[in-house]
């Protein structure tokens, strides 16, 4: 736009020369105001042209730059865009980075755990007088340290008498008590085993019995407690 305001003035001026050639001798003798007149009557549209000229220019421009900003507000918004979709992407893997851990820290728990089961309870040996009452116990996992049994009713032969500091793998253990001195076999039966895991981290096993009409308890609920 420039060139062309440039080449528009170049032709103005030589139109300007070309048709008021043989007046510029009078402008040696002219008086100062008419020579001011006469500039002023030449170059004032020209200056009004350049004014016009620079301002369409200037709008040209602020389009340009408007066109810009708005190409960079448009990659600032996918840029945005984009960042929101790695975080929700990343929080998701740390979610499951987490519950990948949490599965794997269940997991090496329940490898470090001592696994009780009650392979038989009831009635044993019996006389005139008293019944002996046992429960015969296995350890199938991982060794246990510090073991000590509690029942609910309190059968007070059992934390006296029944304490295991080692309790391996594959080995069985029995508890013992009869009708003389800790009396009748109660009918719902809660047994309670305290430990240590391989972990040495707190464990605890609980099963509940009944006992039927042959003095045999029969298990109707278990479960552990890390």
Known sequence: MTKIGIIITILYVAVIGLFRWNSF???ATMPLNEFGDFFAGVFGPLMLFWLILGYMQQQSELRQNTKALELQADELKRSVEQHKELVKATKEQVQADLKALEIEEI???REAHPHFTITGAGKGM???TKKTFNIHLLNSGQPASGVFFTTDPEIKQIPQNSIVHYFETGKKHKLTWDSHTSGEAPEELKLVINC????TSNYTKVFHMVLDEND???LTDSGWVS
């Open 126 to 128: 019996s006389q005139s």
């Open 25 to 27: 001798p009078e402008l």
């Open 196 to 199: 240590k895991d391989s972990n």
């Open 107 to 109: 997991r090496s728990l």
């Open 216 to 218: 045999q308890y029969h």
